[in-house]
Antibody, heavy 116, light 110 residues
Framework: EVQLVESGGGLVQPGRSMKLSCAAS????????MAWVRQAPTKGLEWVAT????????YYRDSVKGRFTISRDNAKSTLYLQMNSLRSEDTATYYC?????????WGQGTLVTVSS | DTVLTQSPALAVSLGQRVTISCKAS??????????MHWYQQKPGQQPKLLIY???NLESGVPARFSGSGSGTDFTLNIDPVEADDIATYFC?????????FGAGTKLELK
């Protein structure tokens, strides 16, 4: 059974940093592209970033370019999202997902609240 | 960005056929594939993939779900609607950068 378990969310002040992790199991992690998708409270879904199966290629939405970094450790079957210079508009539940074009499996999400 | 427009809500009766539409502001199809996908989300849960590349049913998803369309106009059909299908449905495109989602269509019972 595919499992994606996010961690690292919480309350953070504007301008500070936070790193999210996603532990994957139940599939061959190193064979799949991975992504982060977020959802602001009571809002819709927003793609954040994607990383290729081997980590050689990364893609970001404009609003997080230069602030967020997606990375992976295939030996640990873990996906990361380093978030710097956080803003109030980054407040959302962050989901770890599998896939390059569509997102077949999703974690339960971790809530990031950016507030002073 | 490619804007995906969905009706905010639809009232349905159990057992009927329902069509949820998604209109893209520009084409999301190549000559080979349509890069439009559909998800279901229930309150407090993560989204669940239903349909990928416009018409392909994800493994384990009931056959009462189907998808169609190309270019800018896409539909998700549920026939017949069951009580477990009351949820919010999102379309998502992955042909144009950045990937975008529709705002969601909430199915409600009449």
């Amino acid at each position: 059974e595919v499992q994606l378990v996010e961690s690292g969310g919480g309350l953070v002040q504007p301008g500070r940093s936070m790193k999210l992790s996603c532990a994957a199991s139940g599939f061959t992690f190193s064979n799949y592209g991975m992504a982060w998708v977020r959802q602001a409270p009571t809002k819709g879904l927003e793609w954040v970033a994607t990383i290729s199966y081997d980590g050689s290629s990364t893609y970001y939405r404009d609003s997080v370019k230069g602030r967020f970094t997606i990375s992976r450790d295939n030996a640990k079957s873990t996906l990361y999202l380093q978030m710097n210079s956080l803003r109030s508009e980054d407040t959302a539940t962050y989901y770890c997902t599998t896939g390059n074009y569509f997102f077949a499996y999703w974690g339960q999400g971790t809530l990031v609240t950016v507030s002073s | 960005d490619t804007v995906l427009t969905q009706s905010p809500a639809l009232a349905v009766s159990l057992g009927q056929r329902v069509t949820i539409s998604c209109k893209a502001s520009e084409s999301v199809s190549s000559s080979s594939y349509s890069y439009m996908h559909w998800y279901q989300q229930k309150p407090g849960q993560q989204p669940k993939l239903l349909i990928y590349h416009a018409s392909n049913l994800e493994s384990g998803v009931p056959a009462r779900f189907s998808g169609s369309g190309s270019g800018t106009d896409f539909t998700l059909n549920i026939d017949p609607v069951e009580a477990d299908d009351i949820a919010t449905y999102f379309c998502q495109q992955s042909w144009n950068d950045p990937y975008t989602f529709g705002a969601g269509t909430k199915l409600e019972l009449k």
